[in-house]
């Protein structure tokens, strides 16, 4: 239950939603679809650990959520995405199917900027796993393909 609450805090929080400029409903839609994709994907793999979450995972997840958001938001606003990978963010359970609908160059921009993102989580190196986090937290990428 305390992981629930600092979840829909972390949601609630996370993400300058500042970013899109006021009448601009393409950015406003990226910044929108992304933090609720970005917040939704952690979510589930957090929930897929059993949903009790350690306090090194906690502490990733608020590190990582607004870095992702940002990220994402950035590449969704300067790549200029479909409306259908968009509404893919808005809609999906994981963000991780929305990446197969982006442009061939999108996709490695996607997958270079995630990675970028994941690797820089060096709190959590030595689980095991080649970035340092855990198995369910890896990127939501297909990581090495494009």
């Known amino acids: 239950m305390k992981w629930l609450v600092l979840a829909v805090a972390l949601s609630a929080c996370g993400g300058d939603k500042s970013e899109a400029p006021v009448g601009d409903p393409k950015q406003a839609a990226c910044v929108s679809a992304i933090d609720r ?3 939704m994907t952690l ?6 650990s059993g949903g009790q979450a350690s306090p090194n995972m906690k502490k990733l997840v608020e590190e990582l959520a607004p ?31 929305c990446k197969e609908s982006l442009k061939p160059e999108q996709r490695t921009k996607y997958t270079q900027a995630m990675m ?3 690797m820089g989580q060096g709190g959590m190196r030595g689980s095991g796993h080649g970035s340092g986090l855990p198995a369910n937290m890896q990127p939501p990428t297909g990581a090495g393909s494009n």
Do not use: H, N, Y
């Open 43 to 48: 979510e589930r793999r957090t929930a897929m």
């Open 67 to 97: 870095k992702l958001k940002a990220t994402l938001g950035d590449l969704c606003i300067k790549d200029q995405w479909d409306d259908a990978v968009v509404s893919c963010f808005q809609t999906a359970p994981d963000i991780a199917k």
């Open 116 to 118: 970028q993102v994941m």
């Open 37 to 39: 994709g970005v917040t």
